[in-house]
């Protein structure tokens, strides 16, 4: 995961990122269940299985491709997928749009 | 239904040329060297288990064959794809052969005559998405995960015995061809979704889902598997959560293409 420093960036896609993971698990109101350390497989159910469902509700929220070096292990919250993010927004040759 | 692109048969010789030239060692496997003591049991397990799980393809043949139905190009690949496989079965019996192990009668015997068929339609009839989705397209798309799983099994136990690097290169070719094999289900379902309707194309990524979030690997249906704990359980003990992303992230890359035809995630497997 590239660490990127833009701390704005990294912002706006936290932000983007709970609309996604509200609207996924169907969560109505913003009353803080999805924040940055929010863990994805013990709070928001997320496990192995669901994984394909992380995979695409990302690429396509941000028109970015997974390279398949990816390891979830490493991704363990709300926080980390921004940085995954961050980071293949931030490095084109990975990012290229693929929705 | 014609279906013109799959007229060709362009994909299939490509197909059966390479993987007729893939083992020109194949004789030469005899007189392989593995040293035993630098293989983990679990490995030996595994060979064991896959090289009966090969052996089996009489039982995978008959039912892709059927799924297929009158598609006759299809039932050509059975046969390829069978051959191919029962090639893996006579290497891995070279390998355990030579690390002086071997597979007992009984268990061939347990695999021949194990029941197969039932547990195979009935996983193909309760895990489909909609009846609209044929027993062909359905294969194709269990294909596709079925065999990028045979890679990812022969690819983590090839890391599993560094020690052995023949037996370890001897697998990773064996994961090439699972590879291959992914490939070929991959064209062949695109070349069929071509000529289906939009309301069936609409299927194909939710199959996939439910396939994938619910995937029985065809030696679940056979009972000597389990019964000697020769079965899946097995296999996973491999599976480092590197591959097991990187499994993820590449199936998703195949099917996403048919993502334009589906309903957004969390509405798509409920049809």
Redesign the interface.
Known sequence: VNRAPDRALHADVVHKLRGVFR??L?IESDSGVVAPDTRLREDLKID??????L???V??AFSV?????????EVRTVGDVADLVVGLLGAPELGAA?A | VREPSWETTDVLDDFFVVGRSRWPDLKKLDDIVLDRAKVPDDVVTFLKSTSLNEHGIVHYVRGYLENYGDDYKLGIWASIWGGEEYTHSVILRKCLRALGETVRRDEFDGLETGRYADGWRRYTRESKVSPLVSDRLWTLVYGVIQEYSAFVAYSTVAEACPDEPALAEILKRVAADEMRHCKFFELSLAAIVEHSTDEVRALVWPQF?KL??KFDMPQEFIGLFGEREMGTDLYLKFWT??W???M??????RF?PY?RFAKP??EASVV
């Open positions: 609207d996924y169907k192995s299985l669901a994984l394909v469902d995979v695409i509700l690429e396509e491709e997974i390279p398949s070096t990816f390891n979830a292990d693929g | 889902d994938f979030k959560p590197a097991r992303s990187r993820v992230v590449d199936l998703v890359h996403k993502r995630v969390g």
